[in-house]
């Protein structure tokens, strides 16, 4: 069964867009529990341009499900991880510029880095999931590193304009994470995903988990944050339902 990740960094960007209080972040991930959320991510960047450190504490003691916390490679992030020790961790790249986060990380290109912050999570019991390109190569080289999870960016997918394009991309992602299993890695997909394009990557990628942030609260705008996880749970559920794809271990 696929399970839902709920990013609450959104609601952190509304706060900061006043720089005031509210909306709490760590309400939201309250809410999004409540609504059926599996786990609650969000992401600490180096300019804490929405989600701060109080957000992460906080949530690391109210959160009952999965917290997994999105960061990149910086020493400073790595450090502050490491002390509030989050149930999983999604390494991702990260640029000042980029209004959210742009293509995968580059493994094969950072394999030093990105080997040593997998060995120092793994020595304080930590999951580590790496965010990239739906690449065998890049996949591959998750694997050699020690990568417990990918998570296959879905952003190329999510974007195309035109229903060829966007089925080759869903192909590459199918093929993507059929490989990573075969190599013993848990597949996750995410980026870009709404109620309205999730349903044939669950159908044909079947991921271990979805990580769903900007449509989810998109949505709690008008009907709630429970409302708006419930929905997509209820989406996901039925593309699960009627998939004649579904994983043999699934009910």
């Not at 990239?132 to 694997?143: C, D, G, K, L, N």
Request: aromatic content about 4%; proline content about 4%.
């Amino acid at each position: 069964m696929t399970l839902l990740g709920v990013n609450v960094d959104h609601v952190a960007t509304i706060r900061e867009a006043r720089k005031t209080y509210e909306p709490d972040p760590v309400w939201a991930g309250a809410e999004a529990q409540l609504g059926g959320a599996d786990l609650i991510t969000i992401h600490l960047r180096e300019d804490r341009r929405h989600i701060r450190d109080r957000d992460l504490w906080l949530m690391r003691e109210t959160v009952s499900v999965e917290l997994n916390l999105e960061m990149s490679l910086a020493a400073e992030i790595v450090g502050i991880a490491l002390k509030v020790g989050p149930d999983m961790v999604t390494l991702v790249p990260e640029r000042r510029q980029e209004v959210t986060t742009e293509g995968g990380l580059n493994v094969i290109a950072q394999a030093r880095r990105v080997k040593s912050a997998i060995a120092r999570f793994h020595g304080r019991g930590i999951p580590v999931s790496l965010f990239i390109a739906p690449e065998r190569t890049q996949i591959e080289s998750a694997r050699e590193l020690g990568a417990d999870f990918v998570e296959l960016h879905t952003g190329a997918y999510a974007n195309a304009a035109k229903a060829a394009r966007k089925s080759r991309c869903l192909e590459q992602l199918a093929e993507g994470a059929q490989f990573g299993r075969s190599i013993g890695l848990i597949v996750n997909a995410g980026h870009g995903l709404t109620y309205n394009n999730v349903t044939p990557v669950v159908r044909q990628v079947l991921p271990h988990e979805l990580h769903i942030g900007h449509s989810i609260i998109s949505r709690a705008v008008f009907v709630g944050l429970r409302e708006a996880v419930r929905e997509m749970k209820e989406v996901i559920w039925k593309a699960e339902l009627l998939n004649p794809h579904r994983r043999a271990e699934d009910p």
